[in-house]
């Protein structure tokens, strides 16, 4: 079975600051992850996806995560946190072993940033 | 490019009233849709999810019901609403290929007062 566990419901930190969204996930089978992100009443976006390629992702708007098989993480990064990435994020795992895979999600971290 | 279309954007509806919400998607054939709802404070849970015309997987028991009359068009409905039927609905497309990514639509804000 598929989980996926992200460590804090709530980040905050000051813009211009690093930002770092930590996911842990458990799989039976070889996992697609990626990250999405959740403005206010809105619908989801994709950030970046994981899919058994290159270990360091890079998605949009300068995030990028990196998938650590000896870790059973997919942590998010960004190197410079800007007023604009305050949203919630969700990390999601999807088994790749059938085509009608569903996605389990995480439980979101709320990215809060400070002026 | 594919694009996926979610009605209505926000609904009040009294407890006990039907309910329908659509989902179209364009641009693509046969594709895997979804139904999922995120409650206020909480992470999105799978409702239903459909890999063909007339073929739906229930993930939850409750009084909501999906349809997928046609290949793009997938719906959710419920004959009676109640007040734990409040959320935010979100319907989401994805090929059926593994290791392909979903797509979201932009949400329903659903209120039952």
């Known amino acids: 079975a598929q989980s996926v566990t992200q460590l804090d419901s709530h980040v905050s930190v000051s813009e211009g600051t690093p930002v770092l969204l930590r996911c842990n996930y458990s799989?039976?089978?070889?996992?697609?992850l990626f990250w999405y992100v959740q403005h206010p009443n809105k619908g989801l976006q994709l950030l970046l996806k994981?899919?058994?390629?290159?270990?360091l992702v890079k998605g949009i708007n300068g995030f990028e995560a990196e998938f650590k098989k000896s870790e059973t993480s997919f942590h998010l990064t960004k190197p410079s946190a800007h007023m604009s990435d305050a949203a919630e994020y969700f990390c999601?795992?999807?088994?790749?072993?059938?085509?009608?895979?569903?996605?389990?999600f995480g439980s979101g971290t709320r990215l809060s940033i400070r002026p | 490019s594919q694009t996926i279309h979610q009605w209505p954007a926000t609904l009040v509806q009294p407890v006990g009233s039907p309910l329908s919400l659509e989902c179209t998607v364009e641009?693509?054939?046969?594709?895997?849709l979804y139904w999922y709802r995120q409650a206020a404070g909480r992470g999105l849970q799978l409702l239903f999810y459909?890999?063909?015309?007339?073929?739906i997987s229930s993930e939850v028991p409750q009084n909501l019901s999906a349809s997928r009359p046609q290949d793009r068009q997938f719906i959710l409905s419920s004959k009676k609403l109640l007040l734990s039927d409040s959320g935010f609905y979100l319907c989401?497309?994805?090929?059926?290929?593994?290791?392909?990514?979903?797509?979201f639509g932009s949400g329903t804000r659903l209120t039952v007062v």
């Open positions: 989401a497309w994805r090929k059926s290929e593994p290791n392909y990514g979903y797509t």
């Open positions: 799989s039976s089978y070889s996992p697609s």
């Open positions: 994981y899919t058994s390629a290159a270990t």
């Open positions: 999601v795992v999807s088994e790749t072993y059938s085509s009608a895979s569903k996605i389990i």
């Open positions: 641009g693509t054939s046969n594709p895997n």
């Open positions: 459909s890999v063909g015309i007339g073929q």
